[in-house]
């Protein structure tokens, strides 16, 4: 088992666990380089898209890679509107994926309006 970018995290995780071939993420919030979290639910998506896809490169693989996400998201309403910039990042590559609308994200992440974990495959090379 290897950690990935153990200093990274401020709670009692690591942002990525590399064991017996395949790469686990946990759950990246949109939270960019200043350490904010700004925007829509479209602006959310691409952050936390951004920050899944630094974590995977991190490891020498593509989001061609992932296997499954989950997307926690406050609101079903959100639903189109996360599915599109998720469409927009993969492409042609389409994961397995659960969308998991929970209330109270929002007022319990800084005021995240979406989640995203995933699990990636490591192929050798």
Request: hydrophobic share 35%; net charge neutral; glycine share 6%.
């Amino acid at each position: 088992m290897k950690m990935i970018l153990p200093n990274q995290s401020k709670g009692h995780y690591t942002p990525a666990v590399q064991s017996n071939g395949m790469l686990y993420v946990s759950g990246q919030l949109p939270i960019d380089k200043s350490g904010n979290i700004t925007g829509d639910i479209v602006q959310q998506t691409k952050q936390a898209l951004h920050n899944l896809e630094q974590i995977l490169k991190e490891t020498g693989i593509s989001k061609n890679d992932v296997v499954q996400c989950r997307l926690y998201i406050p609101d079903i309403a959100y639903w189109d509107s996360v599915n599109q910039e998720y469409a927009n990042f993969f492409g042609e590559h389409k994961p397995a994926r659960t969308i998991v609308p929970c209330r109270s994200l929002r007022s319990l992440h800084y005021n995240a309006l979406i989640e995203i974990d995933a699990i990636a495959e490591m192929r050798k090379n």
